[in-house]
Each structure stands twice: as C-alpha cells, then as structure tokens.
C-alpha cells in the first residue's frame, strides 16, 4: 500500500501556492490557515461547507464558525461558546440544505441544531432543540432532515418540526459489526462513530464507523441495510479489560486507521481513510470509491482531505502539520 506524508504534502503545496506556478494541478487557487495563518488562524478543522458562494468551516477554537468566500477572503467569525442564541457548546457538523438555502450547525452539548440563511454571507435565523440524545450530525436527503445519534439501539433518526423542536419521525438502522469484539457493549459506540452522507441519487444514508472500518448503508424509505467493511484497513488495537472494559492502542505496526470522510462520487461514494502515527497525528491520507454497483475500487493516495467540488474546484483540508483548507482548479484532491 502506497501512502504519501502529509508534511512533505503541505510544504509542496504552499510552495506552489506562493509561488504562482502556473497550470500545475497541484497549485492551490486559494488556502486558508497554514503555517502563515492565511485569511484567518485555524485550531483544528472539524467541518468543512461548500456553498455555491461560500465556505464555512467548523474550527474548534472560539468563534466555531468562520465564514469565506471562495479566495479565501474572510468573511464572518460567528458563534461564541455559551448556550445563548448563536452559540456553541461542543459544535460537531456542518450541513447545507441546497433546496432551502439554509446551513444547519450540530450542537451535541446544547443538544440543538442552529439554523442559519445562507446568502452572501450567514445571517441567524433560530436554534432548535431536539428530542435526540447525544446527536452528533445530520444531513438532508430531498428536503428531509436526517440525524445521527450514538445513543439507543438505532443509528439514524428522521426529524421533523414540530412546536420549534425537532422531533423523531422514525428511528432505523441497525448497530451491527463484523468486528471479533461486536458484541461486546462498549464497542457499539464505535459502531456509528464516523460521519454520515445522504445520496439523493438513491435516497440511501450513509454512515461510516470511523475505527472499525466500516460503512453502513442504509435506504432511507425502507431501511434496507448492508454494512460494507473497507479492505485492507488497519484499525486502532482493541482489547478487553477486566470487566466490561475495552481499550484502545497503536498496533504493532506503528499507525493506525480511520473513516474520517464520505464524499459524493459520480457513480456512488468515496471513502476519506486517515492514517495515524505518532499518537494521533495524521501523516496521509488515501480514498476509496464504493461504486452503487458494488464491490470497491483501489486505494488512491491523497494528499489532502477530500470535502467537495463547487463549480470547477475541489475544497481539500488537512489538520497536521498545521489546519488548512485549499481551493484546487481539479477534479480530486492532490
């Protein structure tokens, strides 16, 4: 398995970037964060939005949200931590509803889903709590809202509005593993523990097990379920303890894997796969494509995070060695 090193990446990356090399694939249009703190300082990239003018990322420092337009010019800094309107507590996703015009913010600890209008910039338009426990992303697949919980014996949850809460329509899907350890009761919060995608092209959701390496795909309307595992991943050490524990360790092998990305692909999904070493530090990156007729295609090294296209751009992010978001004139992330 190939896998190419995220330092020598960024560095090549802002070396082209700064240097206006002209017709390179590899040339950054726009890049934000990095090493010079370009248009704004990031702590760490939890999420990332493309908009058709805008990109809102999600950054773990205070204020969540920084807003920018597509040559990286900032544009807002929105969402104080606290509980008040327009705030963030422990904000987990993004997610934009291309229909309404509207982005929604996950917030797990106030246990509410934020609303804003998206125009040329995010204006507030309210919170709405949610009924969910431990919600921690949704998206929107043809108008419908659809959550994920890591609580219950379900993984999805159909929201509705109702009274200015968001309720439960339906829950559905199946916490299910081929892991050794499946049955073991700590291991079903890693079940769901990755991010989720909804295909309109097929109203199926998507929902990734972020260390077991697994997919869960699951028809919306009639709750069909098949669980992909990702071939030839190599997954953090797990072990039970005395009890009920379980614990988490670096393999042997010195790295170890996870699903950190499920991004729209022209016949079915890409799978985002980081590879971890040095603690948590990711040192690469590689994609998989599960084409809606089955099977998997190879391992594609990456540079970067894939996140989305917009017009004739891929938005790719990396965190380590410093948080950037970097806007290339391609069709994939270098």
């Not at 330092?7 to 726009?30: D, K, M, N, P």
């Not at 700590?186 to 077991?212: E, H, K, P, W």
């Not at 170890?256 to 022209?266: D, M, N, Q, R, S």
């Not at 084409?291 to 894939?306: A, D, E, I, M």
Request: proline share 5%.
């Amino acid at each position: 398995m190939i896998w190419v090193n995220c330092r020598s990446a960024w560095i090549l990356a802002s070396l082209l970037a700064f240097s206006g090399v002209a017709g390179s694939q590899t040339a950054a249009v726009a890049t934000i964060g990095g090493e010079r703190n370009t248009g704004a300082e990031l702590a760490k990239i939890t999420d990332v939005a493309v908009l058709p003018r805008l990109l809102v990322v999600l950054d773990r420092g205070d204020p969540y949200l920084k807003v920018f337009d597509h040559t990286g010019r900032l544009l807002q800094a929105l969402g104080r931590r606290g509980s008040g309107p327009g705030e963030f507590r422990s904000p987990t996703a993004v997610r934009y509803d291309s229909q309404r015009q509207k982005l929604y913010v996950v917030d797990v600890s106030n246990a509410r889903v934020t609303e804003y209008l998206a125009e040329d910039t995010l204006r507030f338009s309210r919170a709405l709590p949610t009924d969910v426990v431990n919600m921690v992303d949704l998206c929107v697949l043809r108008g419908r809202l659809f959550g994920l919980a890591r609580s219950g014996n379900r993984l999805l949850r159909e929201l509705v509005e109702s009274g200015g809460r968001l309720s439960v329509r339906k829950s559905f899907g199946l916490l299910r593993s081929g892991h050794p350890l499946a049955a073991h009761p700590i291991l079903q919060s890693y079940v769901a523990d990755g991010r989720m995608f909804c295909d309109d092209a097929t109203t199926r959701i998507y929902v990734a097990s972020r260390l077991l390496g697994e997919i869960h795909d699951i028809h919306a309307d009639t709750e069909e379920q098949q669980t992909v595992a990702i071939h030839d991943f190599r997954p953090i050490q797990l072990e039970t303890v005395k009890g009920l524990g379980l614990s988490l360790g670096m393999p042997a092998s010195g790295f170890y894997e996870a699903l950190v990305g499920i991004t729209p692909a022209t016949n079915g999904v890409s799978i985002v796969i980081s590879r971890h070493e040095n603690g948590d530090e990711i040192t690469a990156y590689s994609l998989v494509n599960l084409p809606r007729s089955g099977g998997q295609g190879p391992r594609q090294p990456q540079h970067w995070q894939r996140i989305d296209t917009v017009g004739s751009l891929t938005v790719c992010i990396m965190n380590d060695p410093y948080p950037t978001v970097s806007l290339f004139h391609a069709n994939a992330c270098p």
